[in-house]
């Protein structure tokens, strides 16, 4: 079973920018990758989604601000984080289509807006 760790989480403030990286442990190329969060007091929530052909998808809350990219030479997926809002404080999450069947999660990655 490939495992994910996730970093690059920090404190930003409004308007500012983060990188997170999840690095799996094996080949995630026959994988669509995602990217989740879950904030305080919140269900977790699906953020940005990456299809083996590439194909990517967002929640409408992040639309135009994060990107989400995978290089599977280097089994990681990213997501860029730009205009940072309070709203997005939480703790994300990565995950595989695999690992989402067999309900598996990692410890995440906690981003904090704030000023």
């Known amino acids: 079973q490939v495992q994910l760790v996730e970093f690059g989480g920090d404190v930003v403030q409004p308007g500012g920018s983060l990188r997170l990286v999840c690095q799996a442990s094996?080949?995630?190329?026959?994988?669509?990758m995602s990217w989740h969060r879950q904030g305080p007091g919140k269900r977790r929530e699906l953020v940005a989604e990456?299809?083996?052909?590439?194909?990517?998808n967002y929640a409408d809350s992040v639309k135009g601000r994060f990107t989400i990219s995978r290089d599977n030479a280097r089994n990681s997926v990213y997501l860029q984080m730009n205009s940072l809002k309070p709203e997005d404080t939480a703790v994300y999450f990565c995950?595989?289509?695999?690992?989402?069947?067999?309900?598996?999660w990692g410890q995440g990655t906690q981003v904090t807006v704030s000023s």
């Open positions: 094996g080949s995630i190329w026959n994988n669509a």
């Open positions: 995950n595989s289509d695999e690992r989402l069947l067999r309900g598996l």
């Open positions: 990456i299809y083996i052909s590439g194909t990517t």
